[in-house]
């Protein structure tokens, strides 16, 4: 079965750069989604098809996909960006696979 | 858009439940719908989801057989019912929405979810 490994944790201090990866075989052979869930909330989608944000999402996240690897980068973050992140590729064209979570402490 | 979920309990293994999430603000037939579910403190996990005719469904491997994915377009509803219920199978699940793109759509609508709990 198809597998996406992310870090448990990731760490930054407001105003920096956090990035957060999400690793799987030839993931960049792949789209790639990614969450956004603040404690006691619903999911959010924050980026899809790798680089593309739907309206209403700021501009400081951002994304990138390639060979094995994507990434979802947040410029500028905030204390209002902590939460747990989530990636989310097709595996099939009906199969889908998330990875399992990386929680984002702003500091 | 709204998506609001219902159904959820505390069940007994080896029993049934039939979740049921209520679409309104947007043409629910256009869309693919999906189940997405959360274990307590765990990451989430897509369950099944569901073509926009009823025709196609997909399901995570743990719960083939035993969970059916439906909707009603009539009535703008997606339903899980689920059967054979496992401790396992404890978790809050999701309705969702995917977006209507070309390939590879995310989800861009989810419900509040609701609590399924199995356990004697």
């Known amino acids: 079965s198809y597998e996406l490994t992310q870090p448990p944790s990731v760490s930054v201090s407001p105003g920096q750069t956090a990035s957060i990866t999400c690793s799987g075989d030839?993931?960049?052979?792949?789209?790639t989604c990614w969450y956004q869930q603040r404690p006691g909330q619903s999911p959010v989608l924050v980026i899809y098809?790798?680089?593309k944000r739907p309206s209403g999402i700021p501009e400081r996240f951002s994304g990138s996909n390639s060979g094995n690897t994507a990434t979802l980068t947040i410029s500028g973050t905030q204390a209002l960006d902590e939460a747990d992140y989530y990636c989310q590729a097709w595996v099939t064209n009906s199969y889908v696979v998330f990875g399992g979570g990386t929680k984002l402490s702003v500091l | 858009v709204q998506l609001v979920e219902s159904g959820g309990g505390l069940v007994q293994p080896g029993g049934s439940l039939r979740l049921s999430c209520a679409a309104s603000e947007f043409t629910f037939s256009l869309y693919w719908m999906i189940w997405v579910r959360q274990a307590p403190g765990k990451g989430l996990e897509w369950v099944a989801n569901i073509k926009q005719d009823g025709s196609e469904g997909y399901y995570v491997d743990s719960v083939k057989g035993r969970f059916t994915i439906s909707r009603d377009n009539a009535k703008n509803s997606l339903y899980l019912q689920m059967n054979s219920l496992r401790a396992e199978d404890t978790a809050v699940y999701y309705c969702a929405r995917e977006m209507l793109t070309a390939a590879a759509p995310g989800f861009d609508s989810w419900g509040q979810g609701t609590l399924v709990t199995v356990s004697s």
């Open positions: 030839k993931l960049g052979d792949k789209y």
């Open positions: 098809q790798d680089t």
